[in-house]
């Protein structure tokens, strides 16, 4: 994944995390309560995917850099 992409995609995350936060310091029905709270845990779970794959692009690239020298 790109760069830019990868950027825009976790700053859309942390976006809808915070947003999701403060929606659940209101006053919510069961049924909005639930559905919140499912939207924030699968972003939580998108957030990490990304963590995991930049992490991953990072080690791959030290890999390579090592090799060259």
Do not use: G, H, P, W
Not at 3 to 23: F, K, M, P, V
Not at 35 to 41: D, M
Request: with cysteine; charged share 30%.
């Amino acid at each position: 994944m790109m760069e830019a992409e990868q950027s825009a995609r976790t700053q859309a995350c942390q976006n809808n995390i915070q947003r999701y936060r403060r929606l659940l310091r209101t006053r919510l029905t069961e049924f909005e309560r639930t559905f919140i709270e499912k939207r924030l845990s699968e972003e939580l779970s998108d957030l990490a995917t990304l963590a995991s794959a930049v992490s991953t692009e990072i080690e791959t690239r030290r890999s390579a850099c090592s090799d060259i020298s």
